[in-house]
């Protein structure tokens, strides 16, 4: 199969506040020409939108881990941190060379800032 793009939904009560997290905290550029519920994370376009069989909050969290690969881990964090966002993992090393801190976004969903660190 030849993929031509990647294309990740988010389904949630309230797209409105997954957006505005994701764009105006997190920081993620919106994707152009793709509506106003898009964004562009390194190529692949993020979208969210409402799905009548969702409620609240995810019930298995790490059952998708949405991973953003940054330079920075440090000052990615504590940019984020400002907004008020809470960290359950800071910084924890892999022994394939990854750093990661994960937090999660108002639906519960996990996310992961990884910065490369093969030593």
Known sequence: MKVNNVFVQVTTENPQALMTFYHEIVGIPKAEGMGDFALNAGGTTIGFDAHSEVS?????????????????????????????????????????????????DPDGNLLQLIEYRPE
């Open 56 to 104: 609240g909050s995810v019930k298995e969290p790490a059952r998708i881990l949405l991973d953003l690969f940054v330079d920075d881990i440090k000052a990615e964090q504590k940019r984020i941190e400002g907004h008020g966002v809470k960290f359950s993992r800071t910084e924890g090393r892999e022994e394939w060379g990854g750093v990661i801190s994960t937090f999660a």
